[in-house]
């Protein structure tokens, strides 16, 4: 029923700016966007709630990436900005129609995007 569909992955220097976004068909209550890089498990970088738009961020992205959702197309945004070589990873986007406790963990999504490449070089 939900379907996602990501664009705006790409490589960057480090300091540059990536605006990846979902397109989101169906209803959904969470969107959350995740990283993984080769090796390493997936992490939580940020979420945002459709009720009262609260936003969730990771740590390491926390001040440098921001999370927005159009009201009238229903699409996330992913606003990246001083870009760090850690910042390397496929980025996914997921959603959910229920109810979470942990915003930012993989587990508590039910849909999911193919993924979308961010390189930063140093």
């Known amino acids: 029923q939900v379907q996602l569909l990501e664009s705006g992955g790409g490589s960057v220097q480090a300091g540059g700016s990536l605006r990846l976004s979902c397109t989101i068909s169906g209803n959904t209550r969470y969107v959350g966007w995740f990283r993984q890089a080769p090796g390493k498990e997936r992490e939580g970088v940020a979420a945002?709630?459709?009720?009262?738009?609260?936003?969730y961020y990771g740590a390491p992205v926390k001040g440098r990436f921001y999370i927005s959702r159009d009201m009238g197309t229903n699409a996330v945004s992913l606003q990246m900005h001083s870009l760090k070589p850690e910042d390397t990873a496929t980025y996914y986007c997921a959603a959910t129609g229920g109810w979470i406790a942990q915003p930012l963990n993989a587990a508590s999504y039910q849909y999911w995007g193919q993924g979308t490449q961010v390189t930063v070089s140093s």
């Open positions: 945002i709630v459709s009720e009262a738009g609260a936003t």
